[in-house]
């Protein structure tokens, strides 16, 4: 179009400068990056980057249960998920360094090998044989776990647990500061400035069969039956759609809170084989089919950002709106 586009030198600035021979070639130029711009958030190929969360890892103890939950599957019999030890932590001496250092300490020793001939014996010290080391067997459970395409990549990260609400695709700055300023202050008027709780029972699949699942999540019920928290998501929801961040195909969906346990898609790259996309949680639905994780306050709802984790483990908050966590008393 005969224009120049200049990008910014810095990360700290968002906006290119179009520079051209008239006005009209510089504002076409323009609506072509606004077209381009527009076909790009509306393909799968970009990423959602916040969604609106109402965290469950609040509660320490349902994330003790969700830590259970993995290690039960995955075999992990020391309840300590993998990767979750400190690294500086005298347990992670596998156990060869351990033996190592075992036969530092001890004395020399000497050790009679009788050969074939009776006639013929050969002192050795024991501490100078060499020691050969072979890999441990894997246990039946991690086994079973990778022969039905179960992992630790796809369990949700227990620190992470929520319910999500509305996903987002908020490209620049101005769209990210506009979700935070959407942030409903009618959601109190929704839940009637009283608390509300959630119960999670069971595990149900949403994706595919049991067989061959993709996503496998605990339900939601509403404590009280009042529909209050369906409504406050809806009065959320609402906000945003106003102010033009939802895209359309998102924004027509209907609402159905659950709590994801484990989803394929999360699997390692690297493990992925021609059955990547699902795993088998029929054995996990027998065992689990029936779990009662509890019933848990709802504190807040958070705007968060994707693929950034705070100190605490959970997802970058970029703004929250407060729930009701007292009665209010007239």
């Known amino acids: 179009m005969g224009v120049k586009i200049i990008f910014p030198s810095s990360k700290k600035d968002d906006s290119i400068t179009i520079e051209g021979p008239s006005i009209e070639s510089v504002n076409s130029a323009s609506e072509k990056i606004q077209t381009i ?65 075992q036969l530092d300490k001890q004395p020399d020793v000497a050790v009679e090998l009788k050969t074939d001939d009776d006639n013929e014996h050969v002192k050795v010290n024991r501490s100078k044989i060499p020691l050969v080391s072979y890999a441990p067997k894997a246990s039946k459970s991690s086994l079973l776990s990778a022969d039905l395409g179960i992992d630790k990549s796809i369990f949700i990260k227990p620190k992470t647990f929520h319910l999500t609400v509305l996903m987002l695709k908020l490209w620049n700055k101005d769209r990210v500061s506009a979700a935070a300023e959407s942030i409903s202050s009618k959601v109190m008027d929704a839940l009637d400035n009283r608390p509300v709780s959630i119960r999670l029972k069971g595990l149900d699949c949403m994706r595919g069969s049991l067989a061959k699942a993709r996503v496998l999540y605990a339900p939601v019920e ?108 007239n």
């Not at 994330?63 to 690294?87: A, E, M, T, Y």
């Open 37 to 101: 711009i527009d076909e790009a958030v509306k393909s799968p190929n970009l990423e959602y980057s916040h969604f609106i969360s109402l965290p469950l890892a609040v509660h320490p103890e349902l994330v003790n249960k969700l830590l259970n939950f993995q290690n039960s599957i995955l075999g992990n019999s020391d309840g300590c998920p993998d990767g979750n030890r400190d690294s500086d932590s005298n347990e992670d001496a596998t156990d060869n360094e351990v033996g190592h250092r």
């Open 222 to 329: 509403e404590i009280g039956s009042e529909e209050r928290l369906l409504r406050a998501c809806q009065v959320i929801t609402d906000a945003y759609v106003e102010a033009g961040l939802v895209l359309e195909k998102d924004a027509n969906q209907k609402l159905k809170l659950h709590a994801t346990v484990m989803n394929a898609r999360h699997r390692e790259r690297k493990k992925w084989t021609r059955n990547a996309d699902s795993f088998d949680a029929r054995g996990i639905f027998k065992q689990f089919g029936s779990e009662e994780w509890g019933e848990y306050l709802i504190r807040e709802a958070h705007l968060s950002q994707r693929f950034t984790i705070d100190e605490n483990g959970y997802y970058h908050c970029c703004a929250s709106i407060p729930f009701p966590e007292n009665m209010q008393v």
